[in-house]
């Protein structure tokens, strides 16, 4: 990938795919804030499906999928789209494709929890090479291409500088979907919880990423997310200067299903080499 007028974040920015397509950074974006006004309707959100257990999906996330697909397909028909919602069977992971999870965050959603985020990765030849994540509860904006850095509402934001698990908030991922694995993961949680400042659980991973990325957070992990939860997230990660690993302490990669250990440029070592490595 390359980029036009590598300033970081300006107006006119551009992505240059390696097929010569060119994406215009805002227009994206303001396709996805757009579509965060569809998180407001109350009725929507109460009319809900279930997908498996604990996973749940609700017209809200249709809705938001819709919108999105339909705009993108109007502005950029030649690349490919994977989002939650619909079968992606036919994805070519070679080529350009849009990783789209409309709501991240769903069992929020339908609680009026206020806790969820629109996430959307672009893929060139299997690299996330932009990612967006917007809150549109708070009217918060993140954004990051490869080599251009991470920003929140056009600030160039960074992951914290703590070193030592006594000074970190920590996020952790229950895989509510996986209630089987609560045996081994609980006892986990506890093991990080005595040690750390405090620990968390927000039911978004989009949030937790983008929440890391920009210092709020010094680590979060969860077993078994979907590449639609962690794609974008995992990008604002890594260029704000933090790590996203697996549980055995490798680089994470973009297969459809990972456990995910992400945050600054410290935390994430320790959870894995203390707590999680043995899980
Ligand atoms: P969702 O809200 O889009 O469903 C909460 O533990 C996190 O896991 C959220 O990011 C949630 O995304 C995601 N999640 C929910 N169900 C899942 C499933 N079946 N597999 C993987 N991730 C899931
Ligand atoms: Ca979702």
Not at 173 to 194: D, H, L, R
Not at 200 to 227: M, P, Q, V
Request: hydrophobic share 40%.
């Amino acid at each position: 990938m390359r980029t036009y007028d590598g300033n970081g974040e300006g107006m006119g920015m551009e992505i240059c795919a390696g097929n010569g397509s060119k994406i215009d950074v805002e227009a994206v974006k303001a396709v996805v804030k757009e579509a965060g006004k569809l998180f407001r309707d109350r009725e929507a959100a109460g009319h809900t499906k279930t997908k498996g257990v604990a996973d749940y999906v609700t017209e809200v996330d249709f809705a938001v999928q819709q919108f999105i697909y339909g705009k993108l397909q109007e502005l950029y028909p030649e690349v490919q789209f994977m989002g939650e919602e619909k079968s992606n069977e036919e994805i070519d992971r070679a080529g350009l494709v849009w990783v789209l999870d409309p709501v991240d965050g769903t069992t929020n959603l339908i609680h009026d929890y206020r806790n969820s985020a629109v996430s959307l990765a672009f893929m060139d030849g299997g690299r996330i090479v932009m990612g967006i994540v917007y809150n549109p509860y708070a009217d918060e904006m993140f954004w990051a291409a490869q080599g251009q850095g991470c920003y929140l509402n056009g600030r160039r934001v960074r992951v914290s500088s703590a070193e030592k698990m006594g000074e970190s908030l920590i996020s952790i991922g229950t895989s509510p979907y996986y209630k089987a694995m609560a045996e081994e993961n609980f006892p986990v949680f506890q093991a990080i919880f005595m040690d750390c400042q405090d620990i968390r659980r927000t039911g978004s991973a989009a949030l937790d990423l983008a929440n890391a990325a920009c210092g709020r957070i010094e680590g979060y992990f969860e077993r078994g997310l979907k590449l639609w939860d962690f794609a974008a997230g995992m990008l604002l990660v890594r260029e704000a200067g933090g790590l996203v690993l697996d549980y055995r302490g490798a680089d994470a990669g973009t297969g459809n299903v990972s456990d995910i250990v992400a945050g600054n440029g410290r935390i994430p070592r320790i959870l894995v080499e203390e707590y999680l490595g043995r899980v």
